[in-house]
């Protein structure tokens, strides 16, 4: 074991210049298909949806502090930011955990611990699920939107509705009773991080806070996407509600697209599906694939300015636990 953790601590200051590489790596590979979407884009949407990603980045990796301060640790935003974006850039490396995993154990640089740490965490995606999740109930059904879509399949409201309501009741009792009767370990371990959730909660409140702060940037987030389809589109619109939307549920299926890195190609993938039925299918797309680039550009802007600070300090920037708990407040 101490082997290991002298090794981890040896290749440690080498994870980020790597990430920053593979990000490169990622970005070079989509090159010409940005080059050549930029060709035919409307530059000033596309400036407007690049400008969007770098204010959203900062604010998204901030939140983290108000659920840290939920359970009572005394961090400030800019602090928990600063360290979100640096462990938040480690997903690039193979393997899923490597994010989350440093994320926690830098949580006691704020004055928590590792326990407290991995529920933030928990707590922090579970929020960022809901929000993702209401905005895309709420985009692709307001307005008529699914609807519409609906008639594009062919498919009667009736039969739609009732495949609806079968798998929602269907999967509820599924979870139910697998909550309720279950002796399965991992069931066991759910329930387990549950009560310990509620458990360390100091600031209920907080977690109301971060949830509303969650909702509202993500939706206004959501016009990077719709300003790329203008950028692209020409006389082809849609409104920002079903983009929106669509934008939302590509996330959430990204999200369980395990072993990829962002959901990379996933996401895109499911916007495009979303807009087929209305012959939208290849701009869907290249919305899709020119809004991941410019994120993923301003990612790596981001991550080598964190860099260039570390390199020009001296040393990693350690973040120091308030003095009081009253500053949770703030």
Request: charged share 15%.
């Amino acid at each position: 074991m101490k082997a290991l953790k002298k090794l981890f601590t040896v290749i440690k200051p080498f994870f980020l210049p790597i990430v920053l590489v593979l990000m490169g790596v990622a970005l070079y590979g989509m090159r010409e298909k940005i080059v050549e979407l930029l060709t035919e884009a409307n530059w000033i949407w596309v400036v407007a949806a690049f400008l969007l990603a770098i204010v959203y980045l900062p604010i998204n990796a901030s939140i983290w502090g108000v659920v840290l301060q939920s359970f009572g640790v005394p961090v400030k935003r800019r602090e928990a930011a600063m360290t979100w974006m640096k462990c938040e850039a480690l997903r690039w490396l193979p393997g899923s955990f490597w994010g989350y995993a440093s994320r926690a154990v830098e949580a006691g640089k704020f004055g928590g611990n590792k326990v407290i740490g991995g529920l933030s965490l928990t707590l922090e995606l579970s929020l960022t699920v809901i929000s993702w999740s209401v905005i895309a109930v709420f985009g692709l059904c307001a307005g008529g939107f699914i609807l519409t879509l609906i008639d594009q399949l062919d498919i009667d409201y009736l039969s739609f509705a009732i495949i609806v309501a079968s798998l929602a009741i269907g999967s509820g009792v599924m979870v139910f009773c697998v909550l309720k009767y279950s002796k399965l370990k991992i069931v066991q371990k759910f329930k387990g991080l549950f009560v310990s959730l509620v458990g360390e909660v100091k600031h209920p409140k907080k977690i109301t806070q971060a949830l509303v702060e969650y909702i509202v940037l993500n939706l206004v987030y959501s016009f990077g996407f719709y300003f790329c389809f203008l950028a692209l589109a020409g006389n082809e619109t849609i409104g920002f509600l079903p983009a929106a939307g669509a934008n939302a549920l590509g996330w959430l299926v990204g999200l369980v697209a395990v072993g990829v890195p962002g959901g990379m190609g996933i996401r895109e993938g499911v916007v495009a599906a979303i807009f087929q039925p209305l012959g939208l299918l290849t701009v869907a797309a290249a919305s899709a694939v020119l809004w991941r680039g410019l994120q993923l550009a301003v990612e790596m802007v981001a991550l080598a300015g964190i860099l260039v600070s570390q390199y020009l300090s001296g040393k990693e920037p350690e973040s120091q636990p308030a003095s009081n708990e009253a500053e949770v407040t703030r």
